[in-house]
């Protein structure tokens, strides 16, 4: 699994610049560059209720463009409680509305189960993730990659890590998880892309599906022939209680598992490096202590949730906090606006890598709380220290304008052009 990848690993920049850039088309469709910050339209809905509805006439763009169809009614869940509750009761508010949204292209996946199916599949997925093989995957994928690609800079005395780290090093991890031959990477994250962006390109999403079936479904015939030590060959074998992963699937999983993990990795990573480098005391403080990095990388996503809404359907006519719900409604779970909730969290707006520990909602909760949280947690932590470590005196390019997070639904900086001492 090293190998190949880690000799070979390259910044993925070529398809954020291509003509046709489907990045920049989902991007463009999730608020970035339109929606500066969506957090005081979260306070002001805070204001009004836990709960609050929603006018659907007026969802012509943004996430609403994901939907097949526009739901009847919408209701969204904004202060921590009414998120907490919504997520941890799976039987009233069920994932089955992603079978509307993304079901289409992804195929049945996790993202639309409810139990017992759920924990059923989970169950299978989890003997992928576990320690021993996060442990493997550190030591023989995410350090090297990471370390790869500072290379290709540290001599330079500045970058920009969004282009050259943060958004080619995840993607790069999931290749050699998957044990995909490096050359097929830029294509196989523009399928993952445009999949996701279906609903900018309904036929290019489509179109995106197929091919991405196609392209496993050949390397999971070798994986069950040849086995080898990636994760698609666990994926393969998994076995729990005599039930196994049919080819569907396992190609439903895969689909998923790059907007789902490197979409979202390198998103939170972005946002935790902008907050550190505009917040220098706290950039400092961990640059000392390093024990002070899983507080930091809480806070950050926290702060910034890479995705700041996931999707809910009433099962049942309902009473939420005071706020009845119909069945059949569709629940807009805001995890920003849980996060940012002041009735929670002192200052939610400000970034405060010191604040009490409090739980979040950036990974979501409940049954459905986020795979692979320990993953990307792991992968920012190795990151971070490396640019610690071989970027001595890290700050924001003093000659850059106007540096910032944005996004309406997925939320990272456009750019992170930086300069140290090299």
Not at 33 to 53: D, S
Not at 277 to 283: A, E, G, S, V
């Amino acid at each position: 699994m090293e190998g190949d990848l880690v000799s070979e690993v390259e910044p993925v920049t070529a398809t954020l610049t291509d003509d046709d850039d489907p990045f920049d088309e989902f991007n463009k469709l999730m608020g970035a560059g339109a929606v500066r910050t969506p957090y005081p339209f979260f306070a002001a809905f805070r204001k009004q209720a836990p709960v609050v509805k929603i006018d659907v006439s007026l969802m012509t763009g943004g996430p609403s463009r994901l939907l097949r169809k526009v739901p009847k009614e919408l209701y969204m869940a904004v202060t921590h409680e009414a998120v907490s509750t919504v997520l941890r009761d799976g039987a009233t508010f069920s994932s089955s509305g992603y079978e509307e949204m993304m079901g289409v292209v992804m195929g049945h996946s996790i993202l639309e189960m409810d139990e017992p199916e759920h924990s059923r599949y989970r169950g299978l997925i989890q003997q992928a993730f576990t320690r021993k093989m996060q442990a493997r995957w550190e030591a023989e994928l995410v350090r090297p990659i990471v370390n790869k690609l500072i290379d290709q800079f540290a001599d330079r005395g500045r970058a920009e890590l969004v282009r050259e780290l943060t958004f080619p090093f995840p993607v790069n991890v999931i290749a050699g998880m998957l044990g995909l031959p490096h050359a097929d990477l830029p294509r196989f994250h523009r399928w993952a892309v445009e999949l996701i962006s279906v609903g900018h390109n309904w036929e290019r999403g489509i179109a995106a599906s197929k091919k991405l079936a196609e392209y496993f479904g050949g390397i999971l015939n070798q994986r069950r022939q040849d086995p080898q030590e990636d994760l698609i060959s666990l994926l393969a074998q998994a076995e729990l209680e005599g039930q196994r992963l049919s080819d569907d699937d396992i190609f439903a999983f895969l689909r998923l598992l790059l907007p789902a993990g490197a979409e979202t990795t390198y998103r939170s990573s972005s946002n935790l490096i902008f907050g550190l480098l505009t917040h220098r005391d706290q950039l400092d403080a961990v640059r000392e202590d390093r024990t002070l990095l899983p507080q930091a990388i809480e806070e950050g996503v926290r702060w910034e949730c890479p995705l700041t809404s996931i999707s809910r359907t009433a099962m049942r006519d309902v009473e939420l906090l005071g706020v009845k719900i119909p069945k059949g409604a569709m629940v807009a779970v805001n995890l920003g606006s849980a996060n940012h909730d002041e009735t929670r969290y002192e200052n939610p707006e400000q970034f405060d890598i010191f604040r009490k520990p409090q739980q979040h909602m950036a990974f979501a909760f409940g049954p459905h709380r986020c795979l692979g949280m320990h993953l990307a947690v792991m992968e920012t932590t190795v990151a971070l220290n490396a640019i610690l470590d071989r970027l001595p005196g890290l700050r924001l390019d003093p000659e850059a304008e106007d540096v910032h997070i944005t996004g309406q639904a997925f939320r990272a900086p456009a750019a992170l052009p930086v300069v140290f001492d090299s």
